[in-house]
């Protein structure tokens, strides 16, 4: 069991990453420029993004194994769904960090 869960955190690390560079990064950025931000705070935002993964992996990893992957996956779209409205609501610094603890 823990072969497998290492294996899926290496899995979701690489998917997470070449998402990030082939997609999400370009568009992302051209919406915190057109909401105002500046790159220095953009790239704080990536860091704090970053960071957060880093932070969350192993024991959001470790709650899915162990409390099972229906909750899990309830639960990671609520958090989603809560960082879409920050996005929405208060599309200002302080705004986008919380969003992206939360995503």
């Known amino acids: 069991m823990e072969a497998i ?3 899926n955190i290496k899995l979701q690390n690489r ?6 560079i ?14 105002g ?15 957060t993964v880093f932070l969350f992996d192993l024991p959001t990893s470790v709650f899915a194994d162990t409390a099972g992957r229906k909750k899990a996956l309830v639960i990671s779209v609520i958090c ?4 879409s ?12 960090i919380i969003a ?3 995503s």
């Open 100 to 102: 992206a603890i939360f």
């Open 80 to 83: 989603n769904l809560a960082s």
């Open 37 to 51: 931000l500046s790159l220095t705070q953009i790239i704080l935002l990536a860091n704090v993004g970053s960071f």
């Open 5 to 7: 869960a290492r294996k």
């Open 22 to 35: 082939t997609f999400l990064v370009g568009i992302i950025t051209m919406f915190y420029k057109y909401t």
């Open 85 to 96: 409205l920050f996005i929405i609501f208060f599309p200002s610094l302080p705004g986008f």
């Open 15 to 20: 998917i997470n990453f070449l998402s990030g």
